[in-house]
């Protein structure tokens, strides 16, 4: 009977984990009128310091000793009005790092500039304005606290559609923001962040974008 049992334990745990891979690549898979931007295997399309930057089972990882300044995994193409999803994982929930958009590489320097869709200690959800205006533009709503796994995979929702942005983590809202400056970029790079400091480690993956407006 024991034996038995323990047959059926193994088997139902060896189904949960097949559904688990399934419902992963269903995710992944294209869903109409987005394509991938991670092709599950390697960083081809992307471009930033492979000493931090790597591809680890079906996510990109970026996997920081402590460094002094930030660093950047880089798309090589632009992107204007669209919808950006992709699922994160920040291990333990410690570190601060985050999902550039619209953004340009700084010259000379590891830094990009542009709108930063944050995650990470004190600033999950929120709308962050990297090396530009240097500030918060947006704090995440309140409603994401019950919504966050901090430690666990989370699905990222980036809309940015001519001046109006909205960010969404596990369904919830977090930032909905019109921007004010006809000035500012409506396009540029994707680039996922390690951010200076302390180790972090930060997966991402199932990584796809639907254009809009065309």
Not at 38 to 54: H, I, M, P, R, S
């Amino acid at each position: 009977m024991l034996s038995r049992r323990f047959g059926i334990v193994c088997v139902l745990g060896w189904a949960c984990g097949a559904l688990a891979m399934f419902a992963s690549a269903i995710t992944a898979a294209d869903e109409p009128g987005y394509r991938s931007l991670f092709n599950g295997k390697d960083l081809a399309g992307w471009e930033g310091d492979t000493t931090l930057w790597k591809v680890e089972g079906d996510a990109i990882v970026g996997d920081s000793p402590g460094i002094k300044h930030n660093q950047f995994l880089c798309t090589k193409e632009e992107f204007g009005d669209f919808e950006l999803k992709l699922e994160f994982k920040v291990k333990g929930g410690v570190g601060n790092t985050g999902v550039q958009f619209r953004t340009k590489k700084v010259p000379d320097s590891t830094e990009v500039s542009g709108y930063q869709a944050d995650l990470g200690e004190k600033y999950w959800g929120c709308l962050y304005d990297e090396s530009r205006r240097n500030k918060i533009l947006v704090t995440a709503s309140p409603d994401l606290e019950k919504a966050l796994k901090k430690a666990d995979w989370n699905e990222y929702t980036i809309r940015a559609e001519g001046d109006h942005i909205t960010l969404k983590i596990n369904g919830v809202t977090t930032v909905d923001y019109k921007e004010p400056d006809a000035a500012i970029a409506r396009s540029g790079i994707i680039a996922l962040q390690v951010h200076s400091g302390g180790p972090m480690r930060v997966d991402f993956r199932n990584v796809r974008i639907k254009m809009l407006g065309k």
